[in-house]
């Protein structure tokens, strides 16, 4: 079971880092995938991360606003966010799966098997 955590009220140009851990399955063999979700749409890729590898992914219009980092002790990911706005307001997810490691496929929600709770991310301007 995955579990997102860390959200929160925050003002715009602060900063929030969010986790994600999982229960009973590590994340050695899979990718593991940040997604937020505004009201009223659908969900939006934010950044991953291969395990293994730790090679790192993130989507364009975010890089340099974001850090996705792990604790391999603890099986826990995180997301760093710096300079919110409130634009960024959300339900932010985490998700793992194992489709592949191109850009194209951690992109895509669909090649995600497991997804946590989400966590909301609410920035007040």
């Known amino acids: 079971q995955l579990q997102a955590s860390g959200g929160g009220l925050v003002q715009a140009g602060g900063s929030l880092r969010l986790s994600c851990t999982a229960s009973g399955r590590p994340f050695s063999n899979y990718v593991m995938g940040w997604f937020r979700q505004a009201p009223g749409e659908g969900r939006s890729f934010l950044a991953a991360?291969?395990?293994?590898?730790?090679?790192?992914y993130a989507a364009d219009s975010l890089k340099g606003r974001l850090t996705i980092t792990r604790d391999n002790a603890k099986n826990t990911m995180y997301l760093q966010m710096n300079s919110l706005k409130p634009e960024d307001t959300a339900v932010y997810y985490c998700?793992?799966?194992?489709?592949?490691?191109?850009?194209?496929?951690?992109?895509?929600?669909?090649?995600?098997?497991?997804w946590g709770q989400g966590t909301q991310v609410t920035v007040s301007s």
């Open positions: 991360m291969k395990w293994s590898s730790g090679r790192t």
């Open positions: 998700a793992m799966g194992n489709r592949g490691d191109s850009f194209t496929y951690v992109r895509s929600t669909e090649s995600y098997d497991y």
